[in-house]
């Protein structure tokens, strides 16, 4: 059903994950001055320039919203639920892979390094929240089970 836990859980997952979409994930320092500023669409330079090299990190986000919500209304269907969920906690395993990948690629003289900011974090939490769901939706399968042995 779509008040269960998981749907909460779901709708958190992609709440932070919005917001990572939106806020800076990182900042860029080259000798102490900001030269920069990593969103998952693009590199913001501190003069107006922007770059748009990072844009894998928004397109990971932006396929698992969709896969998301439709965990949501799948709610008929607990094991394709529970791929999709699987998924998504994919997709944010790759995110970090490609953001870490991303921030080596581009720091450089003229960026400086990379430091980042706590918007990082919302694709882990994301991560923990489709796993939370992924689980309320195991204990649902196993009780329907439970239930059917019960009627044969």
């Not at 998952?40 to 990072?54: D, H, Y």
């Not at 269907?77 to 529970?82: A, H, V």
């Amino acid at each position: 059903m779509i008040q269960r836990i998981q749907t909460i859980w779901l709708i958190l997952g992609m709440i932070f994950t919005i917001a990572c979409l939106c806020l800076p994930v990182g900042t860029y320092y080259a000798d102490g001055l900001l030269t920069g500023e990593l969103y998952n669409l693009m590199i913001k330079g501190a003069e107006g320039g922007n770059s748009f090299m990072p844009w894998p990190l928004f397109a990971i986000l932006l396929v698992s919203l969709p896969l998301a919500l439709v965990a949501i209304f799948a709610y008929k269907n607990r094991k394709f639920q529970m791929h999709l969920c699987q998924l998504c906690m994919l997709l944010m395993l790759g995110w970090y892979i490609v953001a870490i990948v991303i921030s080596r690629v581009t720091t450089s003289e003229a960026l400086g390094t990379v430091t980042f900011n706590y918007a990082f974090t919302f694709p882990f939490i994301s991560m923990v929240m489709y796993f939370l769901a992924k689980r309320g939706i195991m204990k649902d399968e196993k009780l329907v089970r439970s239930s059917e042995r019960f009627r044969d």
